[in-house]
């Protein structure tokens, strides 16, 4: 009967852990063009955001740097088939909270 036991709750876990696998892949893939799980609704409004060329043009940095402030968490790019898109008031929030270094990197 303990064995039983044993084997419901490792059961009960692994069942546990696949749903929590599922939950996180669903919001990972929420604007995969590859899964089947994406819908119109799902996509980005193209209107508020811009693009990776367009946030390095405002910032006034070049892609060396864009993607270093990527690695380092100061940008987090949404990205959708691949391109890198931000919303435009995020941006402008950054741009406005933020001062710059001449050298490429942010300031508190």
Known sequence: MEQLDRIDRGVRAVLDLSQQIKQTLEQQCRFCPHCPSVTREDEPEMDNLLTAKEVQDMFGIVHSTYYRWIAKGWLIPMIVGGK?????????????????????????
């Open 84 to 108: 890198h898109y931000y919303d435009a008031e995020e941006i402008q929030r950054l741009l406005k909270g933020r001062k710059y270094r001449a050298r490429g990197g942010m300031e508190g």
